[in-house]
């Protein structure tokens, strides 16, 4: 049984350490999160109260040094190598009829789903050993202040702890159980507390939610959150192109970052040369960048599709390594 199916045996009594008991601001954040959420501000005091101050979680959420370049060929290494591909051709081989359902339902493709799963966890292998409850009390009340959007970021992580009270309120869960990563994130896609409450679902219909146990509730809930965020099936992911065009316009073609924003006929006439498959292309398009350390860099030709894999973890790295991931899983498959 997964953490998130574990009912609370005691939930007006918790017991252990209560590093933020004692801190005002973290009973003033208590306070807050009951009124905006209609809970009982007592239990969320004290449950927000025995969340332990762990200072390794901040020290993770550092931003990387200033002036550290970025290399796409080590990042790519980390997750396109062979023991993930192993993995994910024996958990595609393992889940092959939710697989397929989840396809025919929401169009998104097999591999994408396993590789997915393959880069968050492991195929559910690494799915982490932090307190969910610590993990966001802390990024909510101690977040780096070096940081350069810490401020954006301890919103955000307050908005999820007030997610994962009223989720906790609703499911009867036992507060201290969920584990997950340092930022939070729960089960084998590591979904953060808000994805868990609009997209995760019950796929194998056993009438519980366990997207730490069951595989098939994690590949349903990964379909269907790309669905939400405007998977289109069919729609390829990136196209190849060069950059060698007449009156190449290299500031324009990156100004919208990784939003789709040009037809292949602009990027075109920037001095983008598209490939063939590229030039037929409808939709929108744009300009991916990856740096290669001091290597020349990358570039494809991002579409929707692309993007959409960037709404689940914001980084145009991670969504080229998911793709590449895919694809070599896919290609083991036979």
Known sequence: MGAAAQTNPNRSNPEGPRAYAGRSDAMALATE?????????????QWVGQAQR???????????????????????????????????????RANQAALRRAQDEFGVPADIMVAIIGVETLYGREQGSFRVLDALVNLSLDFPTEHPRAGERTALFRSELGHFLSWLDRSGT???????????????????PSSLVRYAIDYDRDGRLDLSGSATDAIGSVANYFKAFGWTPGMPTHFELSLDGPGLDMAQLLAPD????????????????????????????????????????SYVAGTENFYAITRYNWSSYYAMAVIDLAQAVSQAMG
């Open 258 to 297: 990784i939003l789709p924003t040009f037809s292949a006929a602009q990027m075109q006439a920037l001095g983008a040369r598209l490939e063939r498959p590229g030039q037929q292309h409808t939709g929108p398009l744009a300009l991916v960048e990856l740096e290669n350390g001091g290597a020349p860099n």
């Open 174 to 192: 036992v507060p201290t159980a969920p584990l997950g990563s340092f930022a939070g994130a729960m089960g084998m896609p590591q979904f953060m």
């Open 33 to 45: 999160i009951a009124e905006a959420r209609s809970l009982d501000p007592a239990w969320v005091r």
């Open 54 to 92: 762990l200072p390794t979680i901040s020290r993770l959420m550092r931003a990387a040094p200033r002036g550290t370049p970025k290399n796409w060929r080590v990042y790519r290494s980390r997750f396109v190598e062979p023991i993930r591909i192993r993995g994910g051709v024996a958990f595609w």
